[in-house]
């Protein structure tokens, strides 16, 4: 993503340029400390510290060394490869700033390798199976966690704090598809705390996210959010036995909101660029957007697996209703029909495969 973020939309250009693009790499250093500045500084940051952080952990077999010094080089190469290559993409610069910015979040990202290798290296495996006997929820979970609160950015004007009061008063009757979908999102947030054996208190605790976005930018709570995630913990904590119709619920209304507000029009053209949409948005839209589909699709694909269908069918099920989703947007304004989504869920489903098997729903739970 890296890459394929640096180069879209992917047209490159020969320009006349004045010196060999490592001369002008190592000469790029204008600086002008805005606030934008400062938010390119932490992306970058951000870009390159699960390059440093997997990079450690790939490493660790030829010896610390090599684990410590390995990942800043691919990241340091990665980076100033691409800095040089956008001298060719309309629209890019490159930026010895960005290239500085790049290292130092690699280095971070070995930073945290060390840490959890040091925190993994005191845990006893035994230990850590029972307590999280399904490491799919739990990834599932952190995903949700994320769509919630990301981008964790306060809101420092007190004019947005009025202007999201406002828009909340002006709309207090829940719409119904938002209101229902946050309903079944929080009911199967129920399930995988279960499955994940963690404490299902945390499932009413995490109704206090919704008014913590009135604090974060990019961030607007609704009625439908809120009265959803109400009735759904209700409904989690009451009629558990609910689980066994959740799944097809939950990508009925997947499919929904896909259609909605079902005001068809003519047809337009259909795009073959996955997450092209994604990197037309502000990154942090795009990014929130990201956790809530993965969220969505990777449960969904869960949820069907609990049901006794094996993963290539539950993922071959919900795979089918996003491609369905995005042929029938040709014709629905106001929405990107692309290949995006059904290629997300098959990256999600194919993470879930990496993680592990999916204990049956009918297993009794581990003692904590």
């Known amino acids: 993503?890296?890459?394929?973020?640096?180069?879209?939309?992917?047209?490159?250009?020969?320009?006349?340029?004045?010196?060999?693009?490592?001369?002008?790499?190592?000469?790029?250093?204008?600086?002008?400390?805005?606030?934008?500045?400062?938010?390119?500084?932490?992306?970058?940051?951000?870009?390159?510290?699960?390059?440093?952080?997997?990079?450690?952990?790939?490493?660790?077999?030829?010896?610390?060394?090599?684990?410590?010094?390995?990942?800043?080089?691919?990241?340091?190469?990665?980076?100033?490869?691409?800095?040089?290559?956008?001298?060719?993409?309309?629209?890019?610069?490159?930026?010895?700033?960005?290239?500085?910015?790049?290292?130092f979040g690699t280095i971070i990202g070995v930073a945290l390798g060390l840490a959890f290798e040091d925190y993994a290296g005191r845990i006893h495996p035994a230990a850590t199976l029972r307590r999280i006997p399904d490491r799919r929820a739990l990834a599932l979970l952190v995903c949700w966690?994320?769509?919630?609160?990301?981008?964790?950015?306060?809101?420092?004007?007190?004019?947005?704090?009025?202007?999201?009061?406002?828009?909340?008063?002006?709309?207090?009757l829940p719409a119904p598809i938002p209101f229902l979908l946050a309903t079944a999102t929080w009911f199967a947030a129920g399930e995988l705390l279960k499955a994940a054996n963690l404490?299902?208190?945390?499932?009413?605790?995490?109704?206090?996210?919704?008014?913590?976005?009135?604090?974060?930018?990019?961030?607007?709570?609704?009625?439908?959010?809120?009265?959803?995630?109400?009735?759904g913990t209700i409904l989690s904590q009451a009629l558990p036995r609910l689980r066994t119709a959740i799944a097809p619920v939950l990508l009925a209304l997947i499919f929904l909101r896909g259609l909605a507000p079902f005001q068809f029009s003519a047809p337009r053209a259909f795009?073959?660029?996955?997450?092209?949409?994604?990197?037309?948005?502000?990154?942090?839209?795009?990014l929130r957007i990201l956790f809530e589909k993965s969220f969505l699709y990777g449960t969904a694909?869960?949820?069907?697996?609990?049901?006794?269908?094996?993963?290539?069918?539950?993922?071959?099920?919900?795979?089918?209703?996003l491609i369905l989703i995005e042929i029938l947007q040709v014709w629905l304004p106001g929405h990107v029909p692309e290949v995006t989504d059904p290629v997300l869920a098959l990256l999600i489903a194919f993470g879930l495969y990496r993680l592990g098997a999916v204990p049956p729903a009918s297993m009794p739970e581990r003692a904590p």
């Open 1 to 103: 993503m890296v890459i394929y973020g640096s180069f879209y939309p992917w047209r490159f250009v020969q320009p006349n340029l004045p010196a060999s693009p490592p001369w002008i790499l190592l000469h790029a250093w204008d600086v002008e400390f805005t606030r934008r500045f400062i938010a390119d500084v932490v992306i970058n940051w951000a870009l390159y510290v699960p390059v440093g952080m997997a990079g450690h952990l790939a490493f660790l077999r030829r010896g610390r060394v090599a684990s410590m010094l390995a990942p800043v080089v691919i990241g340091t190469v990665l980076s100033a490869s691409i800095e040089m290559t956008q001298l060719y993409v309309p629209g890019r610069a490159c930026s010895a700033i960005d290239l500085v910015d790049n290292i």
């Open 145 to 172: 966690a994320a769509s919630l609160v990301f981008p964790l950015i306060p809101v420092l004007w007190l004019g947005v704090y009025r202007a999201k009061l406002v828009a909340i008063s002006n709309s207090l």
């Open 199 to 231: 404490p299902r208190t945390l499932l009413s605790f995490s109704i206090l996210f919704i008014p913590l976005q009135f604090a974060i930018i990019t961030r607007q709570p609704t009625t439908a959010d809120f009265l959803g995630a109400i009735l």
């Open 271 to 286: 795009s073959w660029i996955p997450f092209g949409g994604f990197l037309n948005m502000d990154w942090e839209v795009g």
């Open 301 to 321: 694909v869960w949820l069907f697996s609990r049901t006794g269908r094996t993963l290539p069918v539950a993922t071959a099920i919900v795979t089918a209703v």
